[in-house]
């Protein structure tokens, strides 16, 4: 009975392992912050963490309440309070274990998210958002998670987005590049027409598409300081997808046959082989265990594993 007590925790402790890791949610985090106190002065938040474990739709509801962007975003709201620009970053480089690592392949991005979470008057940490297995993008879900958390139409006077995301609606203007971006805010300075926010959403490139794109932290960097110098009143909503499909059908494709290529000698690990290693790490886990659980059942039940070959005994 005691053998078979062991052989049946055994198994259910291989179940748990496997099922921890091929289940286990990938989360990221998101980072807001903004040197301007907006919404009510009693609930400008400043170094707040939020710990719960939240999907992209409550991240948009808890941007509007926790960092008070329903004064600006939401229409029918105290828009006196708003800001020139809310900015949404969405990067593809950033995991919520990347936080704490000393040897990220960005430490540009991480400084300078960590800088403006500390400095701003207005801070907010969400390290653990779980993205789903949903085709929909990250920035797709925050626009329509603004939308559905409002109640109502959006109060920001428009909304512009990088031709690198991917977003669905109407009245939405497409900027080409960066310079396209620092042009359309040069203009909305010179305008004067600053009494609405202008929701701008960008996208960075995955970096294995083009051997030439720019880090994000220094992407970021960029659009931050043109910010300031243009006087702008802004707010900055990084968020990270690094899991999200590639934007050419082809590309995965050509990944796993890279792969069997024997003369790259990249040491990158993506998502994907990331999922592969955590596969084999528990596969192996569970191994370990099984052997480890027949060799105790052996030995309860007087049975000696073989060490080497007896000779049989002369006559």
């Known amino acids: 009975m005691v053998g078979i007590k062991a052989i049946f925790l055994g198994f259910a402790m291989l179940a748990a392992q ?5 289940s286990s949610p990938a989360t990221v985090p998101a980072f807001l912050w903004s040197r301007f106190k907006h919404g009510s002065s009693q609930d ?37 309070q708003s800001v020139d620009v809310a900015l949404v970053f969405v990067g593809k480089q950033l995991r919520t274990s990347d936080i704490t690592r000393s040897n990220h392949r960005d430490p540009a991005l991480i400084d300078l998210l960590k800088q ?46 990088m031709e690198s995301c991917s977003l669905e609606g109407q009245n939405l203007q497409k900027l080409g590049g960066l310079h396209s971006l620092q042009d359309y805010l040069s203009t909305k300075m010179k305008s004067g027409e600053t009494k609405l926010t202008d929701l701008i959403v960008f996208c960075g490139e995955n970096s294995e598409e083009s051997v030439h794109t720019e880090s994000e932290g220094k992407v970021l960097s960029e659009i931050v300081d043109f910010l300031e110098k243009s006087g702008s009143t802004y707010t900055v909503l990084y968020a990270s997808d690094p899991y999200r499909s590639y934007p ?40 370990v265990l099984l052997i480890i659980l027949i060799s105790g059942l052996c030995c309860m039940m007087g049975i000696d594993t073989p060490t080497r070959f007896e000779t049989a005994p002369e006559s």
């Open 18 to 22: 496997l099922l921890h890791v091929c």
């Open 44 to 80: 400008s938040a400043k170094e707040a963490v939020n710990y719960q474990t939240i999907s992209p739709n409550n991240l948009a509801k808890f941007v509007l309440s926790e960092g008070g962007w329903s004064s600006f975003v939401c229409s029918g709201e105290n828009l006196h």
């Open 116 to 161: 403006s979470f500390k400095s701003s008057n207005v801070s907010v940490a969400f390290p653990y958002i779980a993205l789903s297995s949903e085709k929909d993008t990250l920035e797709n879900s925050l626009i329509s998670g603004f939308i559905e958390n409002c109640g109502h139409d959006l109060g920001v006077k428009n909304i512009a987005y």
């Open 248 to 287: 050419y059908p082809s590309h995965m494709e050509m990944r796993f046959l890279a792969e069997d290529n024997s003369s790259t000698n990249s040491t990158h690990c993506d998502g994907v082989c990331q999922l592969k290693s955590s596969l084999l790490e528990g596969l192996f886990v569970g191994i």
